[in-house]
């Protein structure tokens, strides 16, 4: 299992409409295979920045099934008009707990 962490910033506000549209996006992304789960979090001191979680099985569902099939340009549609700027995406592997 990997976790990918999207840094997400977003046009000043527009919070209501990116939170209605990434959770439609997440049902978008939880038809890719190797999804698992997805979790959203919403700055406090930062009011348009978001933390996107996503479990996926391996790397390459997310690098190579979701993010080289027809779901990701879906999942663009609907997110991105609201980035303020590109995301930061990381992936990372569990090492305790």
């Known amino acids: 299992m990997i976790l990918e962490v ?3 910033r977003i046009v ?8 209605a549209a990434v959770q439609r996006g ?5 038809q890719a295979q190797g999804f698992r789960s997805a979790k959203v979090h919403k700055g406090i001191e930062s009011a348009e920045r978001y933390l996107l979680m996503i479990e996926w099985d391996t790397l390459e569902d997310h690098m190579v099934g979701f993010r080289q099939g027809a779901l990701f340009p879906q999942w663009r549609a609907l997110v991105g008009p609201y980035f303020a700027q590109p995301p930061q995406v990381e992936h990372f592997s569990l090492a305790a707990g």
């Open 6 to 8: 999207a840094d997400l």
């Open 12 to 19: 000043p506000g527009q919070q209501a409409a990116f939170e």
């Open 26 to 30: 997440i049902d978008v992304i939880a």
